[in-house]
T-cell receptor, first 112, second 114 residues
Framework: DAKTTQPPSMDCAEGRAANLPCNHS???????VYWYRQIHSQGPQYIIH???NNETNEMASLIITEDRKSSTLILPHATLRDTAVYYCIVRSPQTGANNLFFGTGTRLTVIP | DADVTQTPRNRITKTGKRIMLECSQT?????MYWYRQDPGLGLRLIYY???????NKGEISDGYSVSRQAQAKFSLSLESAIPNQTALYFC?????????????FGPGTRLLVL
């Protein structure tokens, strides 16, 4: 599975959009981009995933560049409860689970 | 009720003791996983199971064993606990096919080995 690169930390003002970038320049054609977050030692929480089209759900939007080498997770109106570590993961559902890699993610702090 | 539950939530044990962490799920998923997380680090995969008769080692399986008693239950054992197994342990489930391997995590078990 392709590796990802994320900034270690970001701040966002409460009520503003939080845009979290992820680079995955070695992504292959059958690999999906997944985003999870972990709030202070709780179990990681699934946010959204996509293959090549932009995706939106009740939590966030995922924008994937046309060449698929990078993506951005957008939290449209960040709240204090969105403070968490956000993980970008790239993998193919067809591969074995033994190479799932969470990495160290981006620590997002939402500021009042 | 939570879809993925873990027991115990916290455990303190001594070096050399055998302990078991349990995971149950009501999501009806075939695939289950055990991860550990150390402070400041990402999650690392210990073992995973794609169905009741399937057990596979992850990247850090040494010192651990698992049992898949039923589709809904996946237990992790530390045969002889050592201090560097002090960590936060997470169980997860996924349903291959319907959601492209989206994983759903339990609340975690915080383990301290003295």
């Amino acid at each position: 599975d392709a590796k990802t690169t994320q900034p270690p930390s970001m701040d966002c003002a409460e009520g503003r959009a939080a845009n979290l970038p992820c680079n995955h320049s070695t992504i292959s054609g059958n690999e999906y981009v997944y985003w999870y977050r972990q709030i202070h030692s709780q179990g990681p929480q699934y946010i959204i995933h996509g293959l090549k089209n932009n995706e939106t759900n009740e939590m966030a939007s995922l924008i994937i560049t046309e060449d698929r080498k990078s993506s951005t997770l957008i939290l449209p109106h960040a709240t204090l409860r969105d403070t968490a570590v956000y993980y970008c993961i790239v993998r193919s559902p067809q591969t074995g689970a033994n190479n799932l890699f969470f990495g160290t993610g981006t620590r997002l702090t939402v500021i009042p | 009720d939570a879809d993925v539950t873990q027991t115990p939530r916290n455990r303190i044990t001594k070096t050399g003791k055998r302990i078991m962490l349990e995971c149950s799920q009501t999501k009806g998923h075939d695939r289950m996983y055990w991860y550990r997380q150390d402070p400041g680090l990402g999650l690392r995969l210990i073992y995973y199971s794609f169905d009741v008769k399937d057990i596979n080692k992850g990247e850090i399986s040494d010192g651990y064993s698992v049992s898949r008693q039923a589709q809904a239950k996946f237990s992790l054992s530390l045969e002889s606990a050592i201090p560097n197994q002090t960590a936060l342990y997470f169980c997860a489930t996924s349903d291959f096919g319907r959601s492209q391997e989206t994983q759903y995590f339990g609340p975690g078990t915080r383990l301290l080995v003295l």
